[in-house]
């Protein structure tokens, strides 16, 4: 079986194609476009959102000696395909995390000095900048407040809060997204169909929301995925695969609260036990799913629905069965149950009472409104 590594070939080589972070791609393309380069920027944001794809492609960019209308590199003089083909002089790149000491920093600031022969800039990235010694830092302030005019800095953190001020100061900061699920599952829908893979949307919005706004973890969960089931996969594969819990069996619970049917969410729940799946990742997961319910009732809060389209009609569906009141109810049980868990010394009796609570919760009101 071929193994594709989807996170590198389909890494974006335009601003264009960058997943999810148009604010910051735009603000980039106008700078190029008005010739107001910053010398130094800091791009903040989780892990495999795409910072250090921007860097590199903004570096390519502003050295490309035929840029398109549009201000996107043209991926075609010597000068991009150099960066394309990793052996361009004018990036550098360093990883504080595994060099943050002054040595290393000096190393760096060494080559800052020298021009570059080729080209316009010379661009340093520095991922991960909040691990940097002190030391290391303040040997680095010195270049960052007189850098020379070819040199451009582009630093990057998952931590922004443990930037210096001294730094911050001097940067034009970017704060990148995290990816939503609805932009993760369009960019896979078009990675599966550039390799020839079929798969429903319903399960790469697992994929998604098992990626948790990264972009790169998405792609690697898919290609696992590929690698293990081949070129057909379906929502079942998936679930299966990552082994997370399948949202029908939420659906059918909510169902039974609905139906004042306490034995059938005692069933559905046995059922998730036979499985293999955790006790205490079913409640959280089911506070989880109120709460989805909860935001579907206003059209104001539905947005912070995270689902994709597929599952999305599915839980707007389903919210228009429940009340608010229930909804309050039933997540003030379950975010309840969530909390005391850790202290129930019979978990599985625990979790049966919660379940017994929520499908009570409408004949109880019933009974004390009448
Ligand atoms: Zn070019």
Redesign the pocket.
């Known amino acids: 079986m071929e193994f594709i590594v989807s996170a590198r070939k389909y890494r974006p080589v335009t601003f264009r194609s960058v997943v999810g972070q148009a604010h910051i791609t735009v603000t980039l393309k106008n700078a190029i476009k008005n010739q107001q380069l910053a010398h130094a920027y800091l791009f903040c944001g989780g892990r495999g959102v795409g910072k250090t794809t921007c860097a590199r492609i903004f570096a390519?960019t502003i050295?490309?000696?035929?840029?398109t209308p549009e201000y996107e590199?043209?991926?075609?003089?010597e000068?991009?395909r150099s960066f394309n083909e990793n052996r361009s002089y004018n990036i550098h790149e360093l990883d504080a995390a595994s060099n943050n000491s002054v040595d290393d920093i000096r190393l760096l600031i060494d080559k800052v000095r020298v021009p570059p022969q080729i080209g316009k800039y010379s661009v340093y990235i520095i991922d991960e900048v909040h691990m940097l010694s002190t030391s290391a830092f303040n040997a680095f302030l010195k270049t960052l407040e007189e850098p020379p005019k070819h040199a451009i800095f582009i630093l990057a953190t998952t931590e922004k809060h443990k930037i210096l001020p001294t730094i911050l100061s001097r940067c034009q900061i970017f704060d990148f997204n995290r990816i939503s699920v609805q932009d993760a599952v369009d960019h896979l829908k078009y990675v599966a169909q550039s390799e020839g893979v079929a798969v429903d949307e319903e399960g790469l919005t697992v994929i998604a929301q098992k990626a948790d706004g990264a972009m790169r973890d998405a792609l690697s969960i898919f290609d696992q995925i590929v690698a293990f089931s081949g070129k057909e996969i379906t929502y079942k594969q998936v679930i299966e695969n990552l082994n997370v819990l399948d949202y029908d069996y939420y659906f059918k619970l909510v169902d039974a609260f609905l139906a004042d049917n306490y034995v059938d969410s005692l069933v559905i729940f046995d059922d998730i036990l036979k499985n293999g799946f955790d006790a205490y990742h079913f409640v959280s997961g089911l506070s989880s799913h109120l709460r989805d319910l909860l935001v579907c009732k206003n059209p104001q809060s539905i947005q912070l629905l995270e689902v994709g389209n597929a599952i999305g009609s599915k839980y707007h569906q389903q919210s228009q069965a429940c009340s608010v009141d229930f909804l309050y109810d039933a997540l003030n049980v379950a975010t309840d149950a969530e909390l005391q868990y850790r202290n129930a010394k019979n978990k599985r009796l625990f979790v049966e009472f919660m379940l017994i609570k929520l499908a009570r919760l409408i004949s109880e009101k019933k009974k004390l409104l009448s």
């Open positions: 390519k050295n490309c000696i035929n840029l590199a043209c991926n075609e003089c000068s991009c």
